[in-house]
């Protein structure tokens, strides 16, 4: 379903539209040639709708501009989470650069340079194939028609936890990556909670996000509620421990307005899951309803709606009953 994507995508996209945190990722995680031609103190967050009406349910991006250090030309990077990856992707990353310099070009203004970025956290092990390895049988002589556009692939599931712990507590990086790629690992988390929690030490303005990671781990993982107040119990920081209290509470106080009673006695997980469902699922009826009325196929609805091609040809099937 597209809700279980949705939670991956809500605490990357709050996390990667604060400057500090893409700033501290480009650091880290940008090859060293590209790193030195980017001027990061000019990085700001890029608020432009690249975006048309059906694109709009493809992405689940963050963009950032900035310039190069030696020629001021605009450098746009695009930052595009994914916890699957199938052959739409390259087509999607195509048709948003397509989108830009269709921009530049209304606007009267010198292309930009776009950086497809691609954070990856689901069990793959390799980079995603490019789009002429889906054309096998073609001659040699023609396979310089088919568009090239490469990307850099930023694999949370091959990167060692090791790398992840020694990110700085400054921004919301470490605590991100570590709940993207340990979010089924409740021993993990048990081990390094305060590893997902000291980024407010430092930074008080960061409180919101606390409740945002409580959120994920508890819809996310098997961690129980039980199991949240006795670490945040634990917690050796008296007013680090106070704010956490105060996040849980409202997570619980919030489920309870929403009539989840019976979730939260069997724990946060089921109880938050349950209360958000209903509202995902209806959005993604619309999303498949909508590409059935403009004919798309099946596997591009699917793409669309984040789901499974069984679950587009039952509604489908559905809605062609209610036609009759």
């Not at 060293?32 to 991006?61: A, H, Q, R, V, W």
């Not at 559905?318 to 009759?324: A, S, V």
């Amino acid at each position: 379903m597209a809700k279980q994507h949705t939670d991956h995508d809500k605490l990357f996209k709050s996390a990667f539209q604060d400057i500090k945190t893409v700033r501290e990722f480009l650091e880290n995680f940008l090859p060293t040639e590209i790193l030195k031609e980017i001027n990061l103190k000019k990085l700001k967050l890029d608020t432009t709708n690249y975006i048309t009406d059906k694109m709009k349910e493809l992405f689940s991006d963050v963009v950032f501009r900035t310039v190069f250090l030696k020629n001021k030309n605009t450098l746009i990077l695009l930052l595009e989470h994914k916890s699957e990856i199938d052959r739409a992707l390259i087509v999607q990353i195509l048709k948003y650069i397509l989108e830009i310099l269709s921009l530049d070009i209304q606007e009267n203004r010198p292309y930009s340079f776009v950086l497809p970025i691609i954070i990856y956290h689901g069990d793959r092990k390799s980079k995603p194939n490019p789009l002429h390895s889906y054309f096998d049988d073609l001659p040699s002589f023609l396979q310089k028609f088919i568009p090239f556009i490469d990307f850099l692939f930023v694999n949370l599931e091959t990167t060692p936890n090791e790398l992840l712990l020694n990110l700085s507590d400054n921004t919301l990086l470490k605590s991100t990556f570590l709940a993207l790629k340990n979010v089924a690992d409740t021993e993990f988390i048990k081990a390094h909670f305060d590893d997902f929690v000291k980024f407010l030490e430092k930074n008080p303005n960061y409180e919101g996000f606390l409740k945002k990671i409580f959120v994920y781990l508890s819809t996310r993982s098997t961690i129980k509620k039980e199991e949240i107040e006795l670490l945040i119990v634990s917690q050796t920081n008296k007013t680090l421990k106070m704010k956490m209290a105060t996040a849980v509470k409202g997570i619980w106080a919030e489920a309870v307005e929403e009539g989840i009673t019976q979730g939260i006695t069997q724990g946060i997980t089921q109880g938050i899951t349950q209360g958000i469902t209903q509202g995902e699922l209806k959005k993604t009826i619309e999303v498949v309803r909508k590409g059935w009325l403009k004919r798309h196929s099946i596997e591009v609805i699917a793409d669309l709606a984040d789901i499974s091609i069984e679950e587009v040809k039952k509604y489908i099937s559905q809605f062609e009953k209610e036609k009759k």
